[in-house]
């Protein structure tokens, strides 16, 4: 018997970002037109939230927005990437 997937968190999803970024904004709204609840941590305003996210990423930073769903990561707005990983997350997309 395989055990339920366990229903992801607010926590378990955190959006690193920058206030002028157009590809964050729309993934942070997409996120929410799924009512996928996520942290959003701007690096541009937080030391701590750019040190956190370069230590995630080993320094090698490529860009913004990076969308952490548990340990897998998103670089950019990729919808099929992060639509298949909230799904197998046991997420019920409204919008795809």
């Known amino acids: ?3 339920p997937t366990k229903k992801l968190t ?3 999803i955190i959006v690193y970002s920058t206030m002028a970024c157009p590809f964050c904004h729309a993934v942070q709204a997409w996120l929410k037109d799924n009512e996928v609840e ?3 941590k701007m690096v541009d305003a ?3 939230a750019q040190k956190e996210l370069m230590d995630k990423l080993n320094g090698n930073f490529q860009g913004v927005p990076v969308t952490f ?3 897998q990561m998103v670089l ?3 919808r099929d990437q992060l ?3 909230l799904q197998d997350n046991g997420v ?3 919008v795809k």
């Open 1 to 3: 018997m395989t055990q």
């Open 10 to 12: 607010k926590d378990d």
């Open 38 to 40: 996520f942290v959003s």
């Open 46 to 48: 937080d030391m701590n």
């Open 69 to 71: 769903i548990k340990d």
């Open 76 to 78: 950019g707005f990729n």
């Open 83 to 85: 639509a298949t990983i």
């Open 92 to 94: 019920e997309l409204k």
